[in-house]
């Protein structure tokens, strides 16, 4: 591995691993849609369980970082949809740019993870 992979490969971890946290962080403070406590933030847990899965069955190595990157940023798009098809964001706290934001944000995140693991690869 050369070193601009092995950068790459780091800013990439460094990514995957910051947009999980940041969504542990909120959920523990505020919860990501509805308030606090919301039974449907635990599919966020789902989805950086998924993360871990692939990372450990692929031995974090860059193609399988790759696509399980790739595949956490599809899980937020899919998750910000469902929220919306089922009625959270009728919500008092909880609206459609709101979902569609925060949840675009952690999908760019990690596609852009994603990304930087298919130039270590």
Request: charged content about 15%; glycine content about 14%; some cysteine.
């Amino acid at each position: 591995m050369t070193d601009t992979q092995r950068r790459s490969y780091r800013r990439g971890m460094l990514f995957a691993i910051l947009g999980s946290l940041m969504i542990c962080v909120l959920i523990g403070a505020v919860g990501i849609i509805g308030v606090e406590g919301d039974p449907f933030d635990r599919l966020y847990f789902a989805l950086i369980g998924l993360g871990i899965a692939g990372a450990s069955i692929g031995r974090f190595k860059p193609p399988a970082m790759k696509y399980t990157a790739t595949a956490m940023g599809i899980g937020m798009g899919l998750l910000a949809v469902y929220a919306i098809v089922i009625g959270k964001h009728l919500s008092p706290v909880s609206s459609v740019l709101e979902i569609l934001g925060l949840n675009g944000f952690f999908m760019l995140l990690f596609l852009q993870s994603a990304r930087l693991f298919r130039r270590a690869d």
